[in-house]
């Protein structure tokens, strides 16, 4: 049968293109979007609320213009209305940006993390091997130390892999997953390293992202039949890799709808059952059930 669908207006589009959302039949969770990137953040939050994302986490890279999202938040959610989904604060530094850490930065991390109730977690941090744009050893000392920071902290990570999943995984082990979790963010790898990440402890979440919707990637739909129920997350990392049909417009946190749909296909369950197990699992790791 086919799903129920829903239309919306189309994040970025000519105001005459319009896209269809299914309509999963239970709230879900966008657990990594970067809201400040977007044109129209307002609109997005909307839009999140129409199709029944209740729960947005939105990245803050302490390198690019945090004061973007600190700053302006409030101001977005206002103006979306009572109705607009929860955000909340994923800070940290990106491994492209590994090369700019410096104590300051770290005290400046400490002190939004101890004043900033919104903050629900660190990252991305981890590695990028794909464009070094930081050198290896400067990623993999940031990658070590924002784990350090998050055992310390009590909050969980957003773990970002380039090209370097088994050294990742490597740190991971060594270091020792924080108490508050991980999540291994936008998974595209194959279901045995799914399961590699998965052992590291109960407290290890995998979350896909547009690629699993994509013709090609069965590898990566393996991958999310492997995932408990109760250990599997989706997110856009919006305004980047839309989904398909829509892929290479730019995404927002409503078309996780469409992510969460494609991983239900894959495992044969009910689009609502993942949706409100996405939704739930968000707001265990993050601390918001």
């Avoid at 920071?149 to 997953?177: C, K, N, Q």
Wanted: aromatic share 6%; charged share 25%; net charge negative.
């Amino acid at each position: 049968m086919a799903e129920d669908r829903q239309r919306m207006p189309e994040f970025g589009a000519k105001p005459a293109e319009r896209v269809e959302l299914p309509a999963l039949g239970a709230e879900t969770a966008d657990t990594h979007a970067h809201l400040d990137m977007l044109d129209d953040p307002v609109g997005a939050l909307r839009n999140a609320a129409a199709a029944d994302v209740t729960f947005v986490a939105t990245v803050v890279d302490l390198t690019e213009k945090p004061e973007v999202t600190l700053d302006d938040l409030g101001g977005w959610l206002d103006a979306a209305g009572a109705g607009a989904p929860e955000v909340g604060l994923i800070v940290g530094v990106h491994p492209h940006n590994a090369r700019h850490w410096s104590p300051l930065l770290e005290e400046r991390l400490r002190a939004i993390v101890a004043s900033d109730d919104r903050v629900i977690g660190l990252g991305e941090l981890g590695l990028d091997y794909h464009y070094e744009h930081s050198s290896r050893e400067d990623q993999r000392a940031m990658f070590a130390r924002q784990l350090e920071l998050a055992h310390e902290f009590g909050l969980p990570v957003t773990v970002h892999l380039r090209e370097a999943h088994d050294e990742g995984l490597g740190i991971l082990d060594d270091a020792g997953v924080p108490t508050a979790g991980a999540i291994i963010h936008c998974f595209t790898e194959d279901a045995e390293t799914a399961e590699r990440f998965l052992a590291l402890g109960d407290n290890v979440y995998v979350s896909f992202a547009g690629p699993v919707t994509f013709k090609k990637a069965e590898q990566i739909r393996d991958a999310a039949r492997v995932v408990p129920l109760d250990r599997l997350l989706s997110e856009t990392d919006c305004p980047f890799l839309a989904p398909a049909p829509y892929r290479g417009r730019p995404n927002e946190p409503a078309y996780v709808t469409l992510n969460v749909a494609a991983i239900a296909r894959a495992r044969g369950d009910a689009p609502a059952e993942v949706a409100a197990a996405t939704l739930a699992n968000a707001r265990r790791i993050f601390g918001r059930s």
